[in-house]
């Protein structure tokens, strides 16, 4: 059976008792401690140096970020599963740092970046600063797949690259 003493539920002209405040900012805080914590586990790559990543890289290009598309299937014609959802960016090639590449531009493909390694947040940032000389230049390192008969390229936060701000990741 439920009570309910009313001598603790009295108004008291300020609404919310200031043990309500404390209460839902315990919660919020441990909400957002268990945020990262997921993520951050669910991606992992393990310890290698940008040396290593750079060596590992089958291409590695230097350019800007002209459009990113969010939401790219690739259907699987080997499984019954849901496609993959990627995000794809349209890469203007600069410079051919590390590989081979007969082109200006390319197609490179990522997670979003939610616990499945992907470089959305680089890809967006690159693509707004798409005429900025001081912010838009990055060089990704890059993994060759062949997928349906075609070669697609891909990078995820455990491979090579080389951003404005820090130099290197």
């Given amino acids: 059976m439920?009570?309910?003493d009313r001598a603790r539920f009295q108004p008291?002209?300020?609404g919310i008792s200031m043990n309500s405040y404390r209460a839902a900012a315990l919660v919020a805080a441990s909400v957002l401690m268990a945020l990262p914590a997921s993520e951050a586990s669910a991606c992992s790559c393990g310890r290698s140096?940008?040396?290593e990543r750079f060596a590992k890289a089958d291409l590695i290009v230097k350019g800007r970020m002209k459009l990113v598309t969010f939401g790219v299937e690739l259907p699987d014609s080997q499984t019954d599963r849901e496609p993959p959802r990627l995000t794809r960016g349209d890469f203007e090639i600069d410079k051919v740092v590390k590989g081979?590449?007969?082109g200006k531009t390319l197609s490179v493909y990522t997670g979003a970046g939610m616990g499945d390694?992907?470089?959305l947040g680089e890809f967006l940032s690159a693509a707004f600063y798409y005429h900025s000389d001081?912010?838009?230049v990055y060089e990704f390192g890059l993994s060759k797949a062949e997928f349906a008969g075609q070669t697609l390229y891909f990078t995820s936060i455990c491979d090579y690259a080389k951003g404005p701000k820090d130099g290197q990741e």
Avoid: D, E, P
Wanted: charged letters at 35%; one cysteine or more; glycine letters at 12%.
């Fill in 2 to 4: 439920l009570s309910i």
């Fill in 100 to 102: 081979t590449f007969k």
């Fill in 134 to 136: 001081k912010f838009a």
């Fill in 117 to 119: 390694c992907g470089r």
């Fill in 49 to 51: 140096s940008a040396k």
């Fill in 12 to 14: 008291r002209g300020r």
